[in-house]
């Protein structure tokens, strides 16, 4: 697991750009650099961490097309997921998935919309272990996933800062742009910190963009929110503190009776109470009772899927058409057309194969490829190559991603066959 010690020298082996000019401070050699981070950056400012690290090293989480198609398919079928995928299309949500879509992430995505994973350490191990990796030095930490397809602008106005139509207040902006008004590009590996109070507008343009956003306790649990907390838990535990104070338009209802204390006599005895029950040793034993419990409950769920993911093997009747067969679909797969009896044994719902325009005529030519040839076989990551240099279709982003989201698309419909899994 990793510690101060792990997190520092994951900071050290990044080269920082702060998003506002940066002062050195005279003992800051002499500091590491965590502590640099959490005096200098942390809850302070923007910065980005830049990957430096060479090919060899290993890095803090590293995903390839086939991970991201692993959370989209265990966020898809998990029983228990409070947080299915969500799926926008211009920025507007989809609101009947299923009607649409069948709720498949990867029919979706050929569609040209971007994908919301919230949880996602709750889907994928990888992402489990960065976010019980930064439990080591943060008090609570959770990720959200990102999956925008090329050429559409993210993040959503139904997601972030201005959601619903709401304007940003003006004030926000007052402070100009951070990082020299420079427009900053992310590459793998890269970290962007931004602290609550700065706004961001990221896009992605000639490839698609996969990101995660990793959510660390702040103003959850920042001292007036717990203080707050624990003055309300205290007086809730006395019936006569929940009922309606007598205060209001008349004098008549303010009036003092023998059951009903006047406004200052309850707000005495309140105070009393508060006093008498919440101090310092209370607030901190509620502190760390909510650390505990918020991460007990985050460990649990990822034991769950570490435990799931254990166990799932692929059974020799999975056959290689139909959910099954699709879900155990990755890019160094081989795919072929599929048999009429084949076809008739994939049991489908919802709606067929929806592509966004710009690869419609690409996929087509690939789908049509394959259907005349019936004996060809071709892995997934390959798909690109059967189409004739002479019919390249411009404007077109048959990305990896996007060829195993058809594959595992045609797969689940029963058009195209599993030849070898891979797994």
Excluded at 357 to 368: D, F, G, R, T
Aim: net charge negative; with cysteine; glycine share 4%.
């Amino acid at each position: 697991m990793m510690g101060s010690s792990a997190f520092n020298s994951i900071v050290a082996s990044s080269k920082c750009e702060f998003g506002i000019a940066h002062k050195p401070r005279d003992n800051e050699h002499q500091q590491s650099p965590a502590q640099v981070f959490f005096e200098d950056v942390w809850q302070k400012q923007p910065a980005i961490f830049h990957d430096v690290r060479s090919d060899d090293q290993s890095s803090i989480i590293s995903l390839d097309w086939d991970d991201i198609a692993t959370m989209l398919q265990h966020c898809r079928s998990s029983a228990d997921s409070a947080d299915p995928p969500l799926f926008f299309q211009n920025g507007i949500p989809i609101t009947d998935p299923h009607t649409i879509y069948n709720a498949n992430p990867f029919s979706a995505y050929l569609d040209g919309c971007s994908i919301i994973v919230n949880h996602a350490d709750f889907h994928h191990q990888k992402i489990a272990g960065l976010c019980d990796n930064l439990q080591q030095t943060f008090p609570h930490a959770y990720a959200n996933a990102y999956l925008t397809p090329a050429s559409i602008q993210y993040p959503f106005t139904k997601e972030q800062v201005g959601k619903y139509g709401n304007e940003v207040d003006s004030t926000v902006l007052d402070g100009g742009l951070c990082f020299n008004n420079k427009e900053m590009v992310l590459s793998p590996g890269d970290v962007l910190y931004l602290p609550r109070g700065y706004v961001h507008e990221a896009s992605c343009e000639d490839e698609p963009s996969f990101h995660i956003t990793v959510a660390l306790a702040t103003h959850d649990w920042c001292l007036s929110v717990l203080l707050s907390d624990a003055v309300r838990q205290t007086l809730d535990q006395a019936p006569q503190f929940r009922r309606a104070l007598p205060i209001g338009p008349s004098e008549e209802y303010e009036r003092t009776t023998t059951d009903h204390l006047s406004l200052k006599q309850q707000l005495d005895e309140a105070m009393s109470i508060i006093q008498n029950k919440v101090d310092a040793l209370v607030l901190e034993d509620n502190i760390r009772a909510k650390y505990q419990m918020h991460n007990t409950q985050a460990s649990d769920q990822r034991k769950k899927l570490h435990a799931s993911v254990k166990s799932k093997k692929r059974k020799s009747n999975e056959g290689c058409v139909g959910p099954n067969a699709a879900s155990s679909l990755t890019l160094n797969s081989s795919i072929r057309v599929s048999t009429p009896e084949e076809r008739s044994c994939a049991i489908t719902e919802g709606a067929g194969l929806t592509v966004r325009e710009e690869n419609l005529e690409a996929i087509m030519k690939v789908l049509s490829k394959l259907k005349s040839d019936p004996g060809l076989s071709v892995g997934v990551k390959d798909l690109r190559g059967i189409v004739d240099s002479s019919d390249e279709i411009s404007g077109s982003h048959l990305c990896d991603f996007t060829l195993l989201s058809f594959a595992k698309v045609c797969v689940e419909l029963g058009a195209l066959a599993v030849v070898d899994a891979n797994i």
